[in-house]
C-alpha cells in the first residue's frame, strides 16, 4: 500500500493581521475539522502569533506541525518567508527580501504570483531573479491560491513553475477558519522538516478548490468589522493611558502586546490585558 503523503496549508492569516480568527481558533479549527499534518502562520509583517501557535500546538501536542511564516510585502509582490527565526523588515526588493530569507535558513516562495497586480510578483521579475546567485532565487511558487484573483491566471502560473523547475505549492491564503485547507500542498513525509525537504527537491504538489464567484464578500465584511474593532480598542486604550490595545488573538500577551513566551495549556482566546 502507498503510504498517504502529507498534506500543508502555508499560507493562514489571523487577527494579529487580516485575518478574522485568533491564533487558539485556528488551531483547534485544524485539529478537528482538517486533516493537515503542517500548518504556516503568515500574517502580514509579523512572526509573533505564528511563534505563539508553535509554542501552544507543542504545548498541547497537537497532530500537525506549525511552522513560523511571514507574508513579506517587498517591492516586487508579497512573499511567503517560512521557517523564519526573525521577522524580516518590508518594503524592500524582492531580491534582497529573498536573500534575507535564506540567510535565517528559511524557505522563500513568492505569493498569489504573476496576477496583474502591485502586491503580486511579476514574470520578468521572477525570471530575473532566477537567472541571478541561487541566493536570490524563490525555492518554489504558490500555483494554487484559490481568491478570486488567482482562478483565472492559475493555468500560467503551473505553466510557469514547470518551465522554470520550481516546487508548486497550493495554499488557502485564509482570512477565515473556513478557508483553511481549501488549497494544500502533498508531500512525501507527515512531517515540517519531511515538507521543506519536498520543497527544496520540487516533489510536491499543489491542489485545491477555488472560492465560489461572490464567496469572498461575505469574509471582507468580517475584516471590515475586525478593524473597526481594532481601531476602538487602540484609540480607547491611548485615551485610556492604560498599557491596552487591541486584541492580537493569542494568549498571552503583555501590557506592550508583545508575547510572553511562557507554557500555555488549555484557555480560550486571548484578550488584550
Not at 519531511?194 to 468580517?222: W, Y
Not at 481594532?230 to 492580537?248: C, K, P, Q, S
Request: one cysteine or more; proline letters at 5%; aromatic letters at 6%.
Amino acid at each position: 500500500m502507498t503510504p498517504r503523503l502529507g498534506r500543508a496549508d502555508l499560507h493562514i492569516h489571523t487577527l494579529a493581521s487580516d485575518g478574522t480568527a485568533g491564533v487558539v481558533e485556528v488551531l483547534d479549527h485544524v485539529e478537528r475539522n482538517t486533516d493537515l499534518d503542517v500548518i504556516a502562520i503568515t500574517d502580514h509583517e509579523r512572526i509573533d502569533a505564528a511563534l505563539a501557535g508553535r509554542r501552544i500546538a507543542e504545548d498541547r501536542g497537537l497532530s500537525f506541525e506549525v511552522v513560523v511564516g511571514e507574508e513579506i510585502t517587498t517591492l516586487g509582490g508579497h512573499l511567503l518567508g517560512l521557517w523564519l527565526q526573525e521577522r524580516v523588515k518590508p518594503f524592500r526588493s524582492l531580491r534582497s527580501t529573498i536573500a534575507e530569507v535564506h540567510a535565517q535558513g528559511g524557505v522563500a516562495i513568492p505569493a498569489h504570483p504573476l496576477v496583474p497586480y502591485p502586491l503580486c510578483a511579476q514574470g520578468f521579475v521572477l525570471r530575473r531573479l532566477l537567472g541571478d546567485d541561487d541566493r536570490f532565487w524563490p525555492d518554489g511558487i504558490e500555483a494554487f491560491n484559490p481568491t478570486t484573483l488567482g482562478r483565472p491566471w492559475h493555468g500560467k502560473v503551473v505553466r510557469f513553475a514547470e518551465e522554470h523547475g520550481l516546487a508548486r505549492l497550493g495554499n488557502s491564503d485564509a482570512h477565515e477558519l473556513a478557508a483553511i485547507g481549501i488549497g494544500y500542498t502533498t508531500f512525501p513525509g507527515r512531517t515540517a522538516e519531511d515538507l521543506r525537504a519536498a520543497i527544496l527537491a520540487r516533489t510536491t504538489h499543489h491542489h485545491g478548490s477555488f472560492h465560489p464567484p461572490g464567496a469572498q464578500v461575505g469574509t471582507f465584511g468580517k475584516q471590515l468589522r475586525k478593524y473597526g474593532r481594532d481601531v476602538r480598542a487602540e484609540v480607547g486604550g491611548r485615551l485610556r493611558r492604560d498599557g491596552t490595545r487591541r486584541d492580537l488573538g493569542y494568549p498571552p500577551h503583555g501590557r506592550s502586546g508583545e508575547l510572553v513566551l511562557a507554557p500555555v495549556r488549555g484557555g480560550g482566546e486571548g484578550q488584550a490585558s
